[in-house]
Structures are given as C-alpha cells and as structure tokens.
C-alpha cells in the first residue's frame, strides 16, 4: 500500500475496442488471430503514433510504424478474466466487478414471448428480430419501416436488442421509451446487457445512422470503482457512453456525447478545467470512452477508418499530456477487441492495452502481463486514497512516485 495517496485527478480514457493481440482463450470465442491494433498498422502498410509509442504502446504490441521504446510513464497487458467480450463486461471489469458467465446472446433472435411482450408494448409489429450488421439491416428494412412505421429489431453475437428507426418517423423521444419498455422486459430469463437505440435518416439507398444512439444498460451487479470513489468523497464524470454502460450508477456528471472528436473536445475541456489546482484539491475521476473505433470502423471492417482513427486520438495527447497538473494521471485503455481486418464484424477476445503517464508515474516501467483489467480499478482506488472492495490486485506500488 502507498504511504500516502500521490493523485488528486484521474483522467480514464477508454478506446473502445483497441485490443493487442489474442487472449490465450481466443480460440474458443473463433478470434485466433486478432490483433486489432496491429493487424490495423499492416493492412494499411505501416501505422505512425508517435505519442502512443512515447507511452509504451510499441512495448505491448507489433505496431509496424511505431518501434518499442523507453516508456515515459507506465505500461502493462491487461487480459480479461471474465467470461466474454463486451463493452459491458470490459468495462465493469476494470471497475473491479467480474463475470463468471458471459451475458446471454440471441444468435438466432429473440423468442416468441420476448417479440410479443415488446409488440404489445409498443403497440404495433416489429420487423427483423435477427442477428444482422446494423447498416445492413436499415438498408433491407429501411423501406418498410418507413412505410409501415414498424420498429426494426435484431441483435448481434453480443447480449444486445437494438431497436433501430428512422427519426422522421420515430421521434426520438418515442424510440427512447420503446428502449426504456425492452429493457424492463428483457430480465431473468430473457436479460440481455443493453437495450440500445439505433436512430437513422435519409432517403432508401441512402440510409446513415445518426449520433443519437442511446443504451439502456443493465446496472452492474456489483459495486464498481465508481460507486467506492463516491463513497469516499471523490467526484465521478463519465464522457461518451460511460452513463449508458454503467446506467448512470457512480457518477456525479454526465457528459454524451457524438462520436470521438467531440469526446477528445470534453476529455480535454474536463483537463483544462482543472489547471490551477493545487495539490490535495478535492479528488476525482474523469472516466471517457471513444466509440468510433468499435462503431464506425471496427464492426464494418474498416481498417483504414480505424488507423485514422488511432491517428486522430494521438494528434490529441500531447494537449492532454501538457494539460496535466502535477497531481494528475492520464491513463489510455481499451475494452476489448474488434479486429477490422479479420472476416468478422464482431467484438473479438484481445487483450487490452494500460498506457500510465504523468508527473506521479515512475518513468521506464513495463509492467508484466495483468491476469485481469480489474487490477486498473485496485490501482485507481489506492492512488486515490479510496476505501476498495472490488476485484483486482493493485499495482500503485510498482508504477508511482512515493511522495
């Protein structure tokens, strides 16, 4: 344990789906072979990220473009050691609450009894009801649901029932509650992790999905990171999908937002607003997730989309490295795989990269590999001072500066 806690703010930024390479179970999930990161930077023949390199990244993966070297900070694998591959999951995980059996999924639909109750529900037939890529399916139904004004529903190999509808002729307060209906009907037997809103627009042939996407998540089983920091006194601001996928549960502030570019803008407002603080200010968590990669690059195979992407997020870390009082940790993570180069379009089973940087970080350090992305929350808890009773071994002792 730390003598005395060196951190007043904690800046967690999850990229979604940036996984690092196949977990040793992989195979059983068929994602031999993933490497979302690096296969990333060879199918687009070569991939610069100089400031990710600076914080170890070419230390836990082959990154063609980007060479090991000396972190600055701290770096670590992280595997996951609950039971799927998930947004939910890898995020509760890494607040310290595990799974010893992966969510429900629906490979084949959603059964009689869940469609009728849903139906009954909303008050009018629902198309679909398939596992489907979610810009396939408006294109197939797109039509018809704009004719019939019947919502499309399909899933994916994740726990998820996903609504999708065009928002001229579903408001998307309407749609919002036909999520918020689903997901009180989707509980013991049926449970799925989220309820997820998918809005579009546009003519047929043209359909685009909109920035309005909502999920209605299931709240975590457990107590998480979230719920000890603000037992302890520590402010907790989710940015991007952190409400959704925590519904709600341990924040004190919300911030949605549209895509990676306006999570980068909050991520780096959140950072500046703090400068000036002088050490032992009121603590806090500032926990950021970036969808693109997993949504608009990942699940459509995109790699080209993706690298841009990477390319994008390191442009921004300098601003945030140099927004950083002396108090602050920045640390980058991910969630788990979506390989944009493998033939599915589905998450895949990675481990998960753990970038450290900041004045309290001892620089150099290449932590062996973690057993369980648990071990992030444990060491958040303990640089922060905050009483933990979540899953996790803590490695503050091993990547901080003692006081």
């Known amino acids: 344990m730390l003598d005395q806690p060196t951190v007043d703010r904690v800046i967690l930024v999850v990229l979604d789906s940036v996984g690092i390479g196949a977990l040793p179970d992989a195979g059983s999930y068929g994602d031999d072979g993933s490497d979302s990161l690096g296969n990333t930077a060879r199918a687009v023949g070569g991939l610069s990220l100089p400031n990710l390199g600076r914080l170890g990244i070419g230390n836990l993966d082959d990154v063609p473009g980007t060479p090991p070297e000396t972190p600055s900070g701290a770096c670590a694998k992280m595997a996951s050691r609950s039971l799927g591959k998930d947004t939910t999951t890898g995020h509760w995980e890494m607040c310290g609450v595990l799974l010893d059996r992966p969510f429900r999924t629906y490979p084949d639909g959603f059964p009689p009894h869940v469609m009728h109750s849903f139906e009954a529900r909303v008050r009018r037939g629902a198309l679909g009801n398939k596992a489907a890529s979610g810009t396939e399916i408006i294109k197939e139904l797109g039509e018809e649901h704009m004719r019939t004004g019947m919502p499309i529903v399909y899933t994916s190999a994740d726990s998820v029932f996903q609504i999708a509808c065009h928002e001229d002729v579903v408001p998307l307060p309407i749609l919002y509650l036909w999520c918020q209906m689903a997901r009180e009907i989707l509980v013991g037997d049926a449970l799925v992790a989220r309820v997820i809103a998918r809005p579009f627009a546009g003519r047929p042939g043209a359909f685009v999905r909109t920035d309005n996407r909502r999920d209605f998540s299931m709240p975590p089983i457990g107590p998480t990171l979230l719920d000890y920091a603000r037992i302890s006194g520590v402010k907790v601001t989710g940015i991007g999908k952190i409400h959704d996928v925590f519904a709600g549960q341990g924040l004190d502030r919300t911030v949605h937002t549209k895509g990676n570019a306006d999570g980068i803008r909050e991520v780096l407002a959140a950072i ?3 400068q000036g603080r002088a050490p032992g200010s009121a603590k806090e968590i500032i926990m950021a997730n970036l969808v693109d990669f997993d949504m608009l ?3 459509r195979n995109d790699p080209a989309g993706y690298a841009r992407a990477l390319r ?10 140099s927004g950083l009082c002396p108090s602050d940790l920045l640390i980058v993570t991910a969630d788990h795989g979506c ?9 895949s089973r990675e481990y998960v990269p753990m970038l450290m940087a900041g004045e309290p970080v001892r620089p150099g350090v290449i932590l062996p590999d973690r057993d369980t992305l648990a071990d992030l929350g444990a060491t958040v808890a303990e640089a922060l001072g905050v009483k933990y009773g979540g899953a996790g071994a803590s490695f503050a002792e091993q990547v901080l500066r003692r006081p």
């Open 312 to 321: 994008e997020f390191d442009d921004a870390l300098p601003r945030m490295l």
């Open 297 to 299: 690059y990942g699940h």
């Open 272 to 274: 500046e607003g703090g």
């Open 339 to 347: 390989d944009p180069t493998t033939p599915s379009t589905d998450h």
